[in-house]
């Protein structure tokens, strides 16, 4: 499951009032022949987290610049909750797409028998947990008795922390207790009244809170940041019936992960211009250093993944000996009864990573850069 400190009532993007701030056949936004000839297709995506903030602009972006579109897509991005949901609509027929934990959609998958697949690994794992500052909790050793709040208690992130217990020797079922916390301020306070002794959650939701005003150190495996996490999930039939949508879709995710990596400013500007209420109040200047520090972190985990799996050039690569890595941590942490082949967790669609990757990324980095929002 993954939220961010600030909630808002989501609104359809209103891209045509920002079309003048770019040089649009410099990012793609022109509409194709066949575009203009035919109704879009309709898409359904499902995202794991309680409000698409400015957090989630690799999902806002393609429809804000008409990367879409101008493929033939109108592509409906909605929050699903957590990583479950998305994979329980995905999997039951409420989206053709699902974002979210990939060892959570490896775990349905396993678990179900159902041909569920991951198409796009987008971040590695930026999990933690916080504990205050000045507080008596130093390292994971100090965490034995301890209270940790969650989001809820299927969050992906529970499985980091079980390791992490079992590292320092902790029985994870019996050593710590965990409590959901939700999010917006609820965490936030949790923490500051004591009813809590630390929070897991993922880079960005952190960074939230240290927003409201936490002061936090973080704790966290050495390792965790070779994982891969977070990811986006087809069903292998989807995937046989309609690969050009599925490829589509993602290049267009891979597109605004690159527009937002190279000007996250400009991308939370026009996140908030398409979707007003997620602009948080009080002095703008304020309200964006605290956007980009918790975007800052997402954007980490983005090119974390792609230094570690793509060499640094390409998005979306699913690495075989990474996601190995991380069915065998699944085991090691009663996540999976046994190991499953990385044969049934990848989709099978040919030169997958090459085509999502078809694009001129100098293009989208230069309209970036010269965004005037």
Known sequence: MRSNFLGYRGSKPFAFALFGLFALSQVGITESANAQTKPLQKVRMV?????????????????????????????DVQPAGGSLQGAQQLVGGGAEIAVGSGNAFVSVAAKTNVPLRIAMTLRTSDWGVGVKDDGPIKSAKDLKGKTIGVFNLATGGILWLNELLQLNGFDPAKDVSLVPTGM??????????????????????????????????????????????????????????????????????????????????????????????????????????????SVERAVAAMDQAMKSFGQGKLRGVFDKAAWEHLIKFMVKTNQLDAAVSTDTVAVRIPDLVAKINDFDVKAIQDSAKACKV
């Open 184 to 293: 917006g301020p609820t965490p936030v306070q949790a923490l500051q009244a004591g009813r809590v002794d630390g929070l897991l959650y993922w880079g960005s939701a952190l960074a939230s809170f240290e927003n409201a005003g936490l002061k936090m150190r973080e704790i966290a495996g050495d390792d965790w940041a070779s994982y891969p996490d977070y990811s986006v999930a087809v069903t292998q039939p989807m995937a046989d019936k309609d690969p050009a949508m599925i490829i589509a879709v993602l290049r267009g995710i891979a597109k605004a992960a690159t527009f937002v990596a190279a000007n996250p400013a400009c991308a939370i500007k026009l996140h908030w211009a398409a979707y007003p209420a997620s602009k948080g109040p009080g002095d703008e200047a304020l309200v964006l250093k605290n956007d980009m520090h």
């Open 47 to 75: 995202v794991a987290t309680g409000v698409l903030d400015v957090t989630y602009t690799e999902f806002t972006i393609p429809s804000i610049l008409g990367y879409w579109k101008a493929e033939g897509y109108d592509v």
